[in-house]
């Protein structure tokens, strides 16, 4: 069965930095393009990064642009976010996804709140 | 950027009763048009992909349809179960993939 587990989300300062883990288990991570959405409280659902499978391939929302930076590791069967400059409106639940014809993998997410 | 508008934000359905919630994109995405519900608490969950086609354990009475710039997603008879907020998303050709901002089921 496949199974993706976010980590890593936690309270951090305005201006501070943060990596995000997703494990994927269950299936050939390697074959999969993967997906970062996230969404704030209250909010809808924001797309925010995709990898292509071999990790060449990398692209961003205009919100994020410059500050995260998406990677992965296949032999590790992980997916990664690190997330620098990090500023009040990026506090969400940060979700990882395998991205298919849409996305039809989700993890349960991770609470990052960015505050002073 | 392509923009998809949902309407309504919010529908008042009776259970037994049919939904019909609308998306619409602000150019054309051909077929590739997805459906997510999620429920409090939870993360979204797959249900309709290429504009039509269930994901799997969907139930038949979730469908789509629509092509280019409108889209629709119908529950023919909404169950107890079905109550939640419905996202559509574009994933055509190449990132950045947009979500529409939501369509809440709700109870009548």
Same mark, same amino acid.
């Given at each position: 069965q496949e199974h993706l587990v976010e980590s890593g989300g936690t309270l951090v300062k305005p201006g501070g930095a943060l990596r995000l883990s997703c494990a994927a288990s269950g299936f050939r991570f390697s074959d999969f393009y993967m997906s970062w959405i996230r969404q704030a409280p209250g909010k809808g659902l924001e797309w925010i990064a995709y990898i292509s499978s071999g990790g060449t391939s990398v692209k961003y929302a205009d919100s994020v642009k410059g500050r995260f930076t998406v990677s992965r590791d296949n032999a590790q069967n992980s997916l990664f976010l690190q997330m620098n400059?990090?500023?009040?409106?990026?506090t969400a639940t940060y979700f990882c996804a395998r991205d298919t014809v849409g996305m039809d993998v989700w993890g349960k997410g991770t609470t990052v709140i960015v505050s002073s | 950027e392509i923009r998809m508008t949902q309407s309504p934000a919010t529908l008042s359905v009776s259970p037994g009763e049919s939904a019909t919630l609308s998306c619409r994109a602000s150019e054309s995405v051909a077929n590739n048009l997805a459906w997510y519900q999620q429920k409090p608490g939870q993360s979204p969950r797959l249900?309709?992909? =290429?504009?039509s086609a269930r994901a799997s =354990?969907?139930?038949?009475r979730f469908s789509g349809s629509g092509s280019g710039t409108e889209f629709t997603l119908t529950i023919s008879s909404v169950q107890s179960e079905d109550f939640a907020v419905y996202y559509c998303q574009q994933y055509n050709n190449r990132p950045p993939w947009t979500f529409g901002q939501g369509t809440k089921v709700e109870v009548k």
């Open positions: 400059s990090l500023r009040v409106d990026d | 249900m309709i992909y =290429g504009v =354990g969907v139930p038949v």
